[in-house]
């Protein structure tokens, strides 16, 4: 069934329009609402009170260094998103601001590429989608990663293999290190989750507000041009400076100025 609905979403012509994209189908909405009621209940009863401990016992210079480092890691996602959209320039400069984070930012615990203007830019797959002309396809919940769309599914395994935590290897340093990454997600989160409890129908009001985020990052894509991330050449940068100048006589004389008013 998941192999028709994936078949159905890229064989759709034309259907990257807004409406698509805001208001997506949901032939799964039974399933959808039993797993983000799931949800919603792991995040109430596990991951609330993980974060309020650790927002209690971390300063927060501590969780915003933490939250960049991991914000850091997902950049070679970012990048390859970039340039799937053939989005050169963007490429370019997430490029820069991952190097810069990873060398000066020490390991990307700080963030001194935004202070240069690299700021960072939010990607998936499902924009990459979108920026290709497909639409979303059906909406899905997904167990712990919540919402996404049928487009959007090949983000899980290119995070996965994208994701510089591989370098670790395996046992607990890579357990340790994707915990610890949960935790900060889950405090960085939290006030968002509030919002969508108190909110009068939450599953609508998280799918709307995903779906309609998405439509947003796609249009800014193709609405902002593809910047390169150096500036222009100068027009004379191969002119010799050694050069002789042309012989005055040999000169073309400009047309005195017309004397009528």
């Known amino acids: 069934m998941l192999a028709a609905i994936i078949c159905v979403a890229v064989a759709s012509p034309g259907c990257a329009t807004r409406e698509r994209w805001t208001s997506p189908p949901d032939p799964l909405e039974p399933a959808n609402r039993v797993m983000f009621g799931a949800n919603m209940a792991l995040d109430r009863h596990v991951a609330e009170p993980i974060s309020n401990v650790y927002r209690g016992i971390a300063p927060e210079p501590l969780r915003y260094g933490i939250r960049n480092f991991f914000r850091n890691l997902t950049m070679p996602f970012v990048i390859v998103n970039d340039l799937l959209q053939a989005r050169f320039g963007w490429a370019g400069r997430d490029t820069l601001r991952f190097v810069t984070n990873t060398t000066v930012?020490?390991?990307?615990?700080a963030d001194p590429a935004t202070t240069l203007g690299l700021e960072h830019r939010r990607q998936n797959f499902g924009v990459t989608a979108g920026v290709w002309g497909l639409g979303p396809g059906p909406y899905l919940v997904l167990p712990l990663i919540g919402p996404t769309s049928v487009t959007g599914l090949p983000d899980i395994p290119?995070?996965?293999l994208l994701s510089p935590v591989g370098i670790l290897g395996p046992g607990i340093e890579r357990t340790a290190t994707f915990g610890v990454g949960a935790v900060s997600d889950a405090e960085s989160r939290?006030?968002?989750?509030?919002?969508i409890r108190e909110s009068i129908?939450?599953?609508?009001f998280v799918k709307s507000g995903y779906m309609q985020k998405q439509w947003e990052i796609i249009q800014a894509k193709k609405r902002d041009g593809d910047d390169s991330v150096f500036d222009d050449l100068p027009d004379d940068i191969f002119d010799d400076e050694n050069e002789e100048p042309e012989d005055p006589d040999k000169t073309e004389t400009p047309s005195p100025p017309d004397p009528r008013p």
């Open 190 to 195: 939290r006030d968002a989750v509030k919002r």
């Open 158 to 160: 290119m995070r996965i």
């Open 201 to 204: 129908e939450p599953y609508s």
């Open 105 to 109: 930012g020490f390991g990307g615990i």
